[in-house]
């Protein structure tokens, strides 16, 4: 991919994550990161890719898988919206339409280290 549209990812993840923040009102939506945004070739589309910090705060007894799922439903929604505001901020022709996803790749990371540290942790216990 070119500079443009390295630098075009870049400014796009900076603006939605502003106007997620102060912006959306929808209660679905928690605390969301905006890890990555990758353009299509023809840069019709955004997929933009978030973690969702599962925090139980008004939340009630939702699961991690719940909170997620509703975090996502909530962006897809307001993914127009988040378009026209985009295209009020962004000096570009053509505003991307944006498609939400969970990036799996730092939940996989997480989840690997948990294990390391579980392995460590046991391997002490069997050396003490």
Known sequence: ????VHRLEDQVQKELAHLIQHELRDPRIGMVTISAVRLSKDLGY????????STSAGVGDASEEEVRRQSLKGLNAASGYLRNLL????????IPRLRFHYDEVLARAQHLSNLIQEAVRQEDERHD
């Open 46 to 53: 955004a997929d933009v890719y978030v973690t969702v910090l």
């Open 1 to 4: 991919m070119t500079q443009r």
């Open 87 to 94: 295209g009020k901020i962004l000096t570009v022709r053509m």
